[in-house]
């Protein structure tokens, strides 16, 4: 089974500074989706970005980026010029691509235990 | 958020009582998945279906059942509900493609 682990309970960055969250995950497939979501105190989660395995580039989102380490098995989430906003909860996630004909269960989303991230102003 | 509701949006409940949690969807999608927030855990999948009638269990399914007797509807229930279910709730949807669109939540109080 993937696990995904977040090292980091909290994270604190000053407004306008540049914070990086991680993550790193166990699997033994070779193709894969990781995303960040974001989940403010309305508790909505809302998706940041989103990195398929199979490409080498990683992806970026306005502010948002990644640092995606295939063989390391990490995927580091960079917010730049960070905001007041942006003071979440936020959670790595892991997703087979891999399709079972009897179901649905590789496409479920495996979550780790999240970072709590504080903007100071 | 948009083509996904869950109902209550909060609800108080005594310990032993049933509780019966709503997920709606207006997007046609064939997967739709329950999961559970509590602090320090993460969201952790309780149940998931993959079409009419078809479902299965997560990793924390232990105490709860669901049901999906139509493509727009899955139902997750708590047959007796006890303090260590209070968490907030969530259902998820998602189509073959990349996406999940997640509903807003539901904080259960079990007291």
């Known amino acids: 089974a993937q696990t995904v682990t977040q090292s980091q309970p909290e994270m604190s960055v000053q407004e306008a500074e540049t914070v990086t969250l991680s993550c790193t995950y166990d699997?033994?497939?070779?193709?894969?989706?990781l995303f960040w979501y974001k989940q403010p105190p309305s508790r909505q989660m809302i998706l940041v970005i989103r990195?398929?395995?199979?490409?080498?580039q990683n992806a970026t989102e306005n502010r948002f980026s990644v640092n995606f380490q295939k063989a390391a098995k990490s995927f580091s989430l960079k917010i730049s010029d960070s905001q007041l906003g942006d003071a979440a909860m936020y959670f790595c996630?892991?997703?087979?691509?891999?399709?079972?004909?009897?179901?649905?269960?590789?496409?479920?989303?495996?979550f780790g235990k999240g970072t709590l991230l504080t903007v100071n102003p | 958020d948009a083509g996904i509701t869950q109902s209550p949006r909060h609800k108080v409940t005594e310990t032993g009582t049933p509780v019966t949690l709503r997920c709606h969807q207006t997007?046609?999608?064939?997967?739709m998945y329950w999961y559970r927030q509590d602090p320090g855990h993460g969201l952790r999948l309780i149940h998931y279906?993959?079409?009419?009638?078809?479902?299965d269990k997560g990793e924390v399914s232990d105490g709860y059942s669901v049901s999906r007797s139509k493509t727009e509807d899955f139902l997750l229930t708590l047959e007796s509900a006890t303090s260590s279910q209070t968490s907030v709730y969530f259902c998820?949807?998602?189509?073959?493609?990349?996406?999940?669109?997640f509903g807003s939540g539901t904080r259960l109080t079990v007291v």
């Open positions: 998820a949807i998602s189509g073959t493609g990349r996406g999940y669109t």
């Open positions: 699997t033994s497939e070779s193709d894969y989706y």
């Open positions: 990195q398929e395995a199979y490409k080498q």
């Open positions: 996630a892991y997703r087979s691509t891999s399709h079972l004909n009897s179901g649905g269960s590789n496409y479920k989303l495996t």
């Open positions: 997007e046609n999608h064939r997967y």
């Open positions: 279906s993959y079409g009419v009638k078809d479902t």
